[in-house]
């Protein structure tokens, strides 16, 4: 298993959403915060891989939590996270909170005995009041050392992948609506192709990491062609990668990425543009694509590096569900996962803090955040898109993670990149699907 995000970088772009609300007041909130007790002067300490903007919006949240309790949170950011906070955990040199990005670790750290459960209430209330609220527990429950399962991880700080980027001009320039289902969103692909306009701009190329936006391509189609216990299943390879329902998820695919009609540059063009360039398309005079799906991190790639969104030259939607699949409202993405690794009431009292609505408001506020908190209100969001996007997760029936990031490196970072690039350069779904089933196989 690798813990280094596929779209490694993209952290470095999220600062463009950053709203002008000062970060002293980020505590004034719609919501009021509860009673979290009383611990003046002691230390709680903190690892994570948060720096730079994230580190002083999580830092200045945190502050409501030290205001309110007098409790100080001592917060250290690395890039080298992983490597630390395993060396630290094992040599008995804990923090009282580890923020993982990466379930996979969090999910050995609990086997291994280093992580503190945070008990079935917590798991309770998060399932009665996050959308998609089994999945975010599921999301944090492992077993321990003795096979012992309990809930681990709450999530804080989500990620949402199941986006598609346009130009709200364009659309209105040529009588396009918003679709709100896959056939709907077909149709549009095909009468766009009718008008003569291009509908997609799709690039895999990545250097070492080429590969990966064709398998959030393909997980996002699989949420919406197959059930999320498949989906998990698919995961861990008990539904296997050459299976009839991951096959038809990845020839779906090839209907958007192996048509040249639908594709700017045509099929060809995908195994060798960049992801990061791709979405500029949209911008081009005429525009050389009509629509994009990526994750909300891609801003940073826009020509003015997020500005269009400001200036409304630029919007996403949903990438929406399948009406005849009935499947709900899916959605792919990441979240950080706080977990306990040294008990004490002060970080007890932390968690209950993370349950608050305003906990999430004082950072909904800043920029840069999105939650899955029903109870959060939705206009504490710095932006409208912001404000969509958390209304897409809020309102999610099952919330899936990132499923290369949780499938081994061999997998998910080595056969499933490299066979989907084959894939795009002409390899058929079958010998695809087989290649990467071979590599599973060869790991067991």
Known sequence: MIYTSKAIGVAGFASI????????????????????????????????????????????????????????????????FAALVVADLRSNNAPNIAIFPQPGLA???????????????????????YGAGSSWVDLGTYTDSNGKEDFYGFAYKMDLKSLVWYSPEQFEDNGYEVPSTMEELIALSDQMVVDGNTPWCIGIESGNATGWTATD??????????????????????LPFNSPEVINAMNIFGQF???????????????????????????TSPPSCMMHRQASFITGFFPNKGQEVADGEADAFYFPPFASGNLGNPVLGAGTLYTMTKDSPATRAFFNFLKEAAAHEAWMQQGV????????????????????????????????????????????????WSEMTAFANGQDSQTTADNIQAAWDAIK
């Open 257 to 283: 990425s192996k048509n040249d009609d639908y594709v700017a540059g045509g099929a060809s063009s995908v195994a060798t543009t960049s992801f990061g360039d791709a979405p500029k398309g949209l911008f």
């Open 107 to 129: 999910a050995d750290m609990a086997k291994e005995g280093h992580l503190v459960p945070l008990g079935n209430d917590m798991a309770d209330w998060m399932t009665d009041n």
């Open 17 to 80: 959403l950053l709203a002008g609300t000062a970060f002293a007041d980020v505590c004034d909130t719609p919501s009021e915060l509860g009673d979290l007790g009383s611990f003046p002067g002691e230390v709680i300490t903190m690892q994570g891989s948060m720096l730079g903007t994230d580190q002083e919006m999580l830092e200045a949240t945190v502050s409501c939590f030290e205001q309110a309790t007098g409790a100080t949170v001592q917060y250290s950011g690395s890039r080298d």
């Open 217 to 238: 391509w393909m997980e996002d189609i699989m949420l919406r062609t197959t059930s999320a216990e498949n989906y998990d299943r698919w995961v861990s390879n008990e």
């Open 369 to 416: 955040f999105l939650t899955a908190h029903k109870g959060a209100d939705i206009d504490a969001y710095a932006t409208p898109l912001l404000r969509k996007q958390g209304q897409i997760l809020s309102n999610a029936t099952t919330f899936r993670f990132d499923a290369s990031d949780l499938m081994p490196g061999a997998i998910g970072a080595g056969a499933f």
